[in-house]
């Protein structure tokens, strides 16, 4: 999978998701609904135009309080976005939308162009493809390393059953794998309570890749980490891009400058501006409303 973003940056006719909205509408009368997605499960994702989601129009209400503000966001499959903003800018809100934690007030958001994710239950969504890491790690901290990640693999695979006896190839692969991209070979056997921080936060995001997410969403992931610590959580993200689509929610401005390509800045629920890093950096707006003079 190659990354797409920089062969397209508005192309408003296939980014335009009401023609998705009618297809779900109309399938949900025509009865194609087999598992109440909308669409046979095991099609998958269908990222044919290349974007992976498409948040359009999306307003959240919480009472008077509006927490994202009429907001369009397309994401590319492959890509990796960095989202930025001041705290309360409705961030975390937007994942909330993503993962089916809070439903849109208004508007639509699509994973592929199949899944409307407002229909969606967060474990769908999770099975359908995505994997959200929350702001806080919550490993299971009483049990190993291996232990946690034998948890977080699909309940549907033998692997649940065999979290004591022998793995099938398929988890074994799938466990393998994910302790050389979290580089925690070294600590199977130890209980995740005793890991550091950072060590904590990477067993999280093996837990998500146990999964085999498509998009995955991380939340603060650098936050109360060392330098090393986020350096080599940069370095994670970078190897995750290769065969996923990110999306990247940070404060930590050296950690973006590592990592980004493409960064939206939220502000108020809205968007306040897309670009590299340097492009928002100089942005009028933003230095008001985010940066600071
Ligand atoms: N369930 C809720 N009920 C009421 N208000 C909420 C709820 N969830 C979030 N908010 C409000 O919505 C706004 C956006 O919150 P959100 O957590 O999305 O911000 P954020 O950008 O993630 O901030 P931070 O950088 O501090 O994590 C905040 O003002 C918050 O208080
Ligand atoms: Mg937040």
Redesign the pocket.
């Known amino acids: 999978m190659t990354s797409i973003i920089h062969s397209h940056t508005a192309r408003p006719e296939q980014n335009s998701i009401a023609h998705l909205a009618q297809q779900d509408a109309s399938q949900e009368h025509g009865g194609h609904a087999a598992d109440g997605y909308g669409r046979p499960k095991e099609e998958g994702a269908d990222f044919t135009h290349g974007i992976a989601l498409y948040l359009e129009k999306v307003s959240v209400w ?2 008077s ?1 509006r ?1 994202l503000n009429d907001l369009s966001l397309y994401i590319d499959e492959g890509e990796l976005r960095c989202i930025i ?10 994942m ?1 939308v993503i993962t089916g934690k ?1 439903r849109p007030t208004e508007g639509s958001a699509f994973f592929g162009q199949n899944y409307n994710l407002a229909k969606m239950t967060t474990e769908q969504i999770a099975e359908a493809g995505i994997g959200r890491k929350f ?1 806080k790690p919550t490993v299971f901290e009483n049990f190993t390393v291996m232990e946690n990640l034998l948890l977080a693999a699909p309940r549907d695979k033998r692997v649940a059953k065999s979290l004591f006896s022998k793995l099938d190839p398929d988890a074994q692969l799938a466990l393998e794998e994910t302790l050389v991209q979290i580089r925690l070979q070294e600590f199977v056997g130890k209980q995740a309570g005793l890991l550091s921080h950072g060590q904590k936060q990477w067993l999280e995001i093996g837990m998500l890749l146990m999964q085999r997410p498509k998009l995955i969403l991380l ?2 992931p650098v936050a109360g980490m060392t330098d090393a610590e986020t350096e080599r959580t940069a370095e994670l993200c970078l190897e995750l891009k290769k065969n996923h689509t990110l999306v990247v ?1 940070e ?1 930590d401005m050296s950690f973006i400058d590592t990592i980004s390509e493409k960064v939206t800045v ?1 502000a108020q ?1 809205a968007i306040l501006a897309e670009g590299t890093l340097a492009e928002v950096q100089a942005n009028e707006d933003v230095i008001e409303k985010y940066l600071g003079r």
């Open positions: 919480f009472d309080f927490a903003g001041p705290n309360g800018a409705g961030k975390t809100t937007l909330d809070t702001q939340d603060e929610v404060h939220l629920g």
